[in-house]
């Protein structure tokens, strides 16, 4: 897919990179050790810490026009009522108007994480393992190494008083964590501001598919998340004084929620497969050569609990297809031991995962439909609900286009190997935010890998990811920067 380019001379760059290897793993050590929670209001100041790290390192470097937009106070539910958002912090490298405009996007917040979690290591202390190759800590792929690896090509750059082959302008946000909370609002405010000249924009905040072979992400399933709620007695009731002369709400709930999905995987909802997007040949051969395997499936589950057993049905299930999972009832009593307890309310959640062409209005009203139609059968006299908690977008891009074979023509020259092109089967909903309110394309350029447990105990980028990362990301720009308008 990248035979159009010719191979660009870039290996005073990757030697400058290898050079200051020391220098950043020592910036990356810096930013792991501020422990820049979201979802931690005691921790807020420290987020903003990060966002002032942030701001110090884009100046050392060269930037200008950085700006820390603050975007007020967070919305309840908080317990400081007048708690602030963290700011988003911005710059711009350089502003040749011959050259191409690449926005680049990434968070520098990060997941809770405490020793005692199970943690082999302090998560805000950035443990070297050099004789494994790995860096361990909070946010080390997720999403500060990435973030910090576009700081890094250009520190390389000026140290080989190379000019940048774009202009360069950042958006790095301190709420992804937690909802990115007013970064769509300030994204359509500075559409026509501040990223007005926007010609591409490249997030790296996703990972490979596997472990050993790098890839190129040009799309993303999107979520729609529903409640069903039913609401019978005044308070909860003693099954032996009421069992059986009363309609149970977790019956009727249960009822309700085996139909809907089957134990196959199939969406049981009326519609929803009539929507999606056929299958072409030119997609079905992006498959053939991706690296991947259901011993891979069935290691990353823990469990030999597959529904499919070859490489590309998996795939494009968990990709291509959309997926309704049940995730819960609210209200139901779950703990050890029994407790002989009929629940007055229960609240069931599910969510739907959609694919090209599900329009996500159609597919709540198939959803309500046929949820009303099944409770209606069921002639329960309790009160019953069902709705839309929050939806966002699928994602996809066409993996044939400047962005996706500049990419996989740096990624060749780095690793070596022609990247996979993958989809992802979960959601980054700013790449949407991105590519409509700037009408642009989008690119997501992972750095890390399929195992860096980037939400768990232990998160880890290896040392080859990082380096080789900062290459592909500084090749990639180098490649884009040559390609046609």
Same mark, same amino acid.
């Given at each position: 897919?990248?035979?159009?380019?010719?191979?660009?001379?870039?290996?005073?760059?990757?030697?400058?990179?290898?050079?200051?290897?020391?220098?950043?793993?020592?910036?990356?050590?810096?930013?792991? +050790?501020?422990?820049?929670?979201?979802?931690?209001?005691?921790?807020?100041?420290?987020?903003?810490?990060? +966002?002032?790290?942030?701001?110090?390192?884009?100046?050392?470097?060269?930037?200008?026009?950085?700006?820390?937009?603050?975007?007020?106070? %967070?919305?309840?539910?908080?317990?400081?009522?007048?708690? &602030?958002?963290?700011?988003?912090?911005?710059?711009?490298?350089?502003?040749?108007?011959?050259?191409?405009?690449?926005?680049?996007? /990434?968070?520098?917040?990060?997941?809770?994480?405490?020793?005692?979690?199970?943690?082999?290591?302090?998560?805000?202390?950035?443990?070297?393992?050099? =004789?494994?190759?790995?860096?361990?800590?909070?946010?080390?792929?997720?999403?500060?190494?990435?973030?910090?690896?576009?700081?890094?090509?250009?520190?390389?750059?000026?140290?080989?008083?190379?000019?940048?082959?774009?202009?360069?302008?950042?958006?790095?946000?301190?709420?992804? @964590?937690?909802?990115?909370?007013?970064? *769509? @609002?300030?994204?359509?405010?500075? +559409?026509?501001?501040?990223?007005?000249?926007?010609?591409?924009?490249?997030?790296?905040?996703?990972?490979?598919?596997?472990?050993? !072979?790098?890839? $190129?992400?040009?799309?993303?399933?999107?979520?729609?998340?529903? %409640?069903?709620?039913?609401? /019978?007695?005044?308070?909860?009731?003693?099954?032996?004084?009421?069992?059986?002369?009363?309609?149970?709400?977790?019956?009727?709930?249960?009822?309700?929620?085996?139909?809907?999905? *089957?134990? %196959?995987? &199939?969406?049981?909802?009326?519609?929803?497969?009539?929507?999606?997007?056929?299958?072409?040949?030119?997609?079905?051969?992006?498959?053939?050569?991706?690296?991947?395997?259901?011993?891979?499936?069935?290691?990353?589950?823990?469990?030999?609990?597959?529904?499919? %057993?070859?490489?590309?049905?998996?795939? !494009?299930?968990?990709?291509?297809?959309?997926?309704?999972?049940?995730?819960?009832?609210?209200?139901?009593?779950? /703990?050890?031991?029994?407790?002989?307890?009929? #629940?007055?309310?229960?609240?069931?959640?599910?969510?739907?995962?959609?694919?090209?062409?599900? @329009?996500?209005?159609?597919? *709540?009203?198939?959803?309500?439909?046929?949820?009303? &139609? $099944?409770? =209606?059968?069921?002639?329960? #006299?309790?009160?019953?609900?069902?709705?839309?908690?929050?939806?966002?977008?699928?994602?996809?891009?066409?993996?044939?286009?400047?962005?996706?074979?500049?990419?996989? &023509?740096?990624?060749?020259?780095?690793?070596?190997?022609?990247?996979?092109?993958?989809? @992802?089967? /979960?959601?980054?909903?700013?790449?949407?935010?991105?590519?409509?309110?700037?009408?642009?394309?989008?690119?997501? $350029?992972?750095?890390?890998?399929?195992?860096?447990?980037?939400?768990?105990?232990?998160? =880890?980028?290896?040392?080859?990811?990082?380096?080789?990362?900062? !290459?592909?990301?500084?090749?990639?720009?180098?490649?884009?920067?040559?390609?046609?308008?």
């Amino acid at each position: 897919m990248s035979e159009k380019y010719e191979k660009l001379e870039l290996e005073p760059f990757f030697k400058t990179i290898d050079e200051l290897k020391p220098k950043f793993i020592e910036r990356l050590s810096k930013a792991i +050790a501020i422990p820049s929670v979201s979802s931690d209001e005691s921790l807020r100041p420290k987020v903003v810490e990060m +966002a002032h790290f942030l701001v110090d390192e884009l100046t050392n470097l060269g930037f200008h026009d950085i700006q820390l937009k603050e975007l007020g106070i %967070q919305p309840p539910p908080v317990t400081d009522k007048n708690l &602030k958002l963290p700011p988003i912090v911005l710059g711009k490298f350089g502003s040749d108007p011959k050259k191409k405009n690449v926005l680049i996007y /990434g968070h520098y917040d990060v997941q809770p994480a405490l020793k005692e979690d199970g943690w082999s290591y302090d998560p805000f202390k950035l443990t070297v393992d050099e =004789k494994n190759g790995i860096l361990y800590g909070r946010g080390s792929t997720d999403d500060k190494g990435p973030v910090l690896g576009w700081l890094n090509v250009i520190e390389a750059h000026n140290k080989l008083g190379w000019e940048l082959p774009v202009n360069l302008i950042v958006c790095f946000e301190g709420m992804e @964590e937690s909802g990115s909370l007013g970064l *769509d @609002e300030l994204v359509a405010k500075e +559409a026509k501001n501040y990223f007005k000249d926007v010609d591409q924009c490249t997030i790296s905040d996703n990972y490979w598919l596997g472990t050993t !072979k790098p890839v $190129l992400t040009y799309g993303l399933r999107g979520c729609n998340y529903y %409640q069903i709620i039913v609401k /019978g007695p005044g308070a909860d009731l003693h099954s032996g004084i009421f069992g059986g002369i009363i309609s149970e709400p977790m019956t009727d709930l249960i009822k309700v929620m085996s139909q809907l999905v *089957d134990s %196959q995987g &199939k969406i049981l909802i009326p519609g929803i497969d009539e929507m999606v997007a056929p299958l072409t040949e030119k997609e079905d051969k992006l498959y053939d050569n991706i690296d991947f395997s259901v011993e891979e499936l069935n290691a990353a589950s823990g469990s030999d609990t597959a529904l499919h %057993q070859n490489k590309k049905d998996i795939l !494009k299930h968990r990709w291509r297809y959309p997926s309704l999972s049940l995730h819960g009832i609210e209200g139901a009593f779950s /703990g050890a031991g029994a407790k002989t307890v009929i #629940p007055s309310k229960v609240v069931g959640k599910f969510s739907i995962r959609t694919v090209p062409n599900i @329009e996500s209005k159609k597919l *709540d009203s198939l959803v309500f439909d046929h949820i009303n &139609k $099944l409770f =209606k059968q069921l002639n329960s #006299p309790n009160d019953f609900k069902v709705e839309l908690i929050h939806d966002g977008n699928y994602w996809v891009s066409d993996p044939f286009n400047e962005s996706f074979q500049a990419a996989a &023509k740096a990624t060749e020259d780095v690793w070596g190997i022609v990247p996979d092109f993958t989809r @992802e089967g /979960g959601s980054i909903p700013i790449t949407l935010t991105f590519e409509k309110e700037l009408g642009v394309d989008v690119l997501l $350029l992972p750095m890390g890998r399929g195992d860096d447990g980037a939400h768990s105990i232990n998160e =880890k980028l290896d040392i080859s990811n990082y380096i080789n990362g900062c !290459k592909t990301l500084g090749g990639f720009l180098h490649y884009y920067g040559k390609s046609e308008n």
